[in-house]
């Protein structure tokens, strides 16, 4: 079975740090582009960032350039999410999914993690 | 503000056909293909729609999913219960996926 497992949600402050992973199984990792997307409380899905297979493009939502780092490790089928300077804007439900490229076209994301969610208050 | 627009709302009676629309620009959906997902109440999503029209397997054919230009539409026929959830179009622009706002479906 194709499963996406978040971890390392929590409380943290305004300008403080944390670090989400993703445990990937059932399908064989290195060979899919991954992405993080993230849903603030009661609002819509917001694409965070994604990489390649192997980690060697990354790309990023504008309000979170320069302050968040994807990467993954395809040895432990992980994938991270480094996030600094944490804004009170940033809380949401932040979900793991995989890629689906067609034609080195990007295509749609399939699976879904069950989501972690990230709170930044004081 | 979402890059792609949608409907907040629908609704529909049991066995009922309803659409909920999406609109973009050429830069996305007008270059791209268009992504339909489901988020039932408490859960993450799931792709509901690919590639405009295609259903994955496990997705009932009462759902189906169309393309013109810069607009997509969503279409459930024979309208269920468990079809009540919020339900998101997407599409790549340049290097990022782009999503609508979500329109939430009742069922009456």
């Known amino acids: 079975e194709v499963q996406l497992v978040e971890s390392g949600g929590g409380l943290v402050q305004p300008g403080g740090s944390l670090r989400l992973s993703c445990a990937a199984s059932g399908f064989t990792f290195s060979s899919y582009w991954m992405s993080w997307v993230r849903q603030a409380p009661g609002k819509g899905l917001e694409w965070v960032a994604n990489?390649?297979?192997?980690?060697?493009?990354?790309y990023y939502v504008d309000s979170v350039k320069g302050r968040f780092t994807i990467s993954r490790d395809n040895a432990k089928n992980s994938l991270y999410l480094q996030m600094n300077s944490l804004r009170a804007e940033d809380t949401a439900v932040y979900y793991c999914a995989r890629e689906v490229v067609v034609a080195a076209t990007h295509g749609w994301f399939d699976p879904w993690g069950q989501g972690t969610l990230v709170t930044v208050s004081s | 503000q979402s890059v792609l627009t949608q409907p907040p709302s629908a609704s529909g009676t049991p066995g009922q056909r309803v659409t909920i629309s999406c609109s973009g620009s050429?830069?996305?959906?007008?270059?791209?293909?268009v992504n339909w997902y489901q988020q039932l109440p408490g859960t993450a999503p799931k792709l509901l729609i690919y590639s405009n029209n295609q259903r994955p397997s496990g997705v009932p054919d009462r759902f189906s999913g169309s393309k013109s230009g810069t607009s997509a539409s969503l279409a459930i026929s024979g309208l269920q219960s468990e079809d009540e959830a919020d339900y998101y179009c997407a599409a790549w622009d340049d290097s990022r996926v782009v999503f609508g706002g979500g329109t939430k479906l009742t069922v009456l």
């Open positions: 050429s830069s996305n959906i007008g270059s791209n293909t």
């Open positions: 990489i390649k297979q192997d980690g060697s493009e990354k």
